[in-house]
């Protein structure tokens, strides 16, 4: 079975930093895309960035609203990608999930980004 | 904002048809696949249909996906109580070099 686990999220201040992890479990990690999708309270569904597998050199892209702040990164042997992201801003609370694929078959539940002085 | 457009709601009667439409563009629903995904109130997304009108192992075929050009649509047939959830297609977009999600249909079950 494909699991997903989130963990990192928590209260920041604007400006400040955090790093999340996705643990995945149930399939070949090392040979997915891994992407990261945020949802603000009450708001839809955002595209944060994706990273490829290292057949396809770890390729990453990202949405113009988080280029240059944030950075997605992979360690295979740990079946983990992370998200971190610098220079928050209160417009980047929301739930981060993590999901799998092209196609991103499968989600994580989920954890909570708050940034508020 | 997104480059994908949905109503903002849709709603039927149990046993009904429920249609939802998603208007993109030549970058991204003219040129890629469409996937759409249900998200159940207080959890995460799940996907419903890829690659345009392919169902993931489990996914009832009361579930349905087309694409025309630039637009796409799902199809609810025989809407059931569950069924209540918003909904959201989503495509690469070649311009964006990026994933962009639709703004989200609330189905409602009279």
């Known amino acids: 079975e494909v699991q997903l686990v989130e963990s990192g999220g928590g209260l920041v201040q604007p400006g400040g930093s955090l790093k999340l992890s996705c643990a995945a479990s149930g399939f070949t990690f090392s040979g997915s895309t891994m992407h990261w999708v945020r949802q603000a309270s009450g708001k839809g569904l955002k595209w944060v960035g994706r990273?490829?597998?290292?057949?396809?050199?770890?390729?990453?892209a990202y949405d113009a609203s988080v280029k240059g702040r944030f950075t997605i990164s992979r360690d295979d042997s740990k079946n983990t990608a992370y998200l971190q992201m610098n220079s928050l801003r209160t417009e980047d609370t929301a739930v981060y999930y993590c999901t799998r694929g092209g196609d991103s078959d499968s989600w994580g539940q989920g954890t909570l980004v708050t940034v508020s002085s | 904002q997104s480059v994908l457009t949905q109503p903002p709601s849709a709603s039927g009667t149990p046993g009904q048809r429920v249609t939802i439409s998603c208007s993109g563009s030549s970058s991204t629903i003219g040129s890629n696949t469409v996937n759409w995904y249900q998200q159940l109130p207080g959890t995460a997304p799940k996907l419903l249909i890829y690659s345009n009108n392919q169902r993931p192992s489990g996914v009832p075929d009361r579930f349905s996906g087309s694409k025309s050009g630039t637009s796409a649509s799902l199809a609810i047939s025989g809407l059931q109580s569950e069924d209540e959830a918003d909904y959201y297609c989503?495509?690469?977009?070649?311009?964006?070099?990026?994933?962009?999600f639709g703004t989200g249909t609330k189905v409602t079950v009279l």
């Open positions: 990273i490829k597998s290292k057949a396809n050199s770890y390729s990453t």
């Open positions: 989503a495509a690469w977009d070649d311009s964006l070099n990026g994933y962009v």
